[in-house]
C-alpha cells in the first residue's frame, strides 16, 4: 500500500526550472524523513536534497546548492524540489524516498536539460 509518486519532469533548455512534486500515501508521511536522489545512465545514484520530517533540517549535493530547493506540505502528503538554473548535468532520472526505519522509493521522473 505504501505509494511514493512523481511528477514534474520533461524537457527543459539550459537555465530553465522544473518542479517535481511526489505524493505519499500507504504511510505516516509526517514521521518520514524526504530526499530527492538522482541516476544518470552509467552513474551511481546520488543524494540531491533531504529534508527531516518536519522539515527543520535541510541539506543538499554540492553540485545543486543556491539552485534547488527541497520542500514539504505534511498536510498534502507532498514534498517538492525546485530545480532552477537547470544544466545539462542535472539531466537524470529523479526518484523520491521516503525513510524512518523502513524505506520507500517512487518509481523515478525523468528530467532532461538539452538545448
Known amino acids: 500500500q505504501a505509494r511514493l509518486v512523481e511528477s514534474g519532469g520533461g524537457l527543459v533548455q539550459p537555465g530553465g526550472s522544473l518542479r517535481l512534486s511526489c505524493v505519499a500515501s500507504g504511510f505516516t508521511f509526517g514521521i518520514y524523513a524526504m530526499s530527492w536522489h538522482r541516476q544518470a545512465p552509467g552513474k551511481e545514484r546520488e543524494l540531491v536534497a533531504f529534508?527531516?520530517?518536519?522539515?527543520?533540517?535541510?541539506n543538499y549535493a554540492e553540485s545543486v546548492k543556491g539552485r534547488f530547493t527541497i520542500s514539504r506540505d505534511n498536510r498534502k502528503n507532498t514534498v517538492y524540489l525546485q530545480m532552477n538554473s537547470l544544466k545539462s548535468e542535472d539531466t537524470a532520472v529523479y526518484y523520491c524516498?521516503?525513510?524512518?526505519?523502513?524505506?520507500?522509493w517512487g518509481q523515478g521522473t525523468q528530467v532532461t536539460v538539452s538545448s
Open positions: 529534508i527531516s520530517s518536519d522539515g527543520g533540517y535541510i
Open positions: 524516498n521516503a525513510k524512518r526505519d523502513l524505506e520507500y
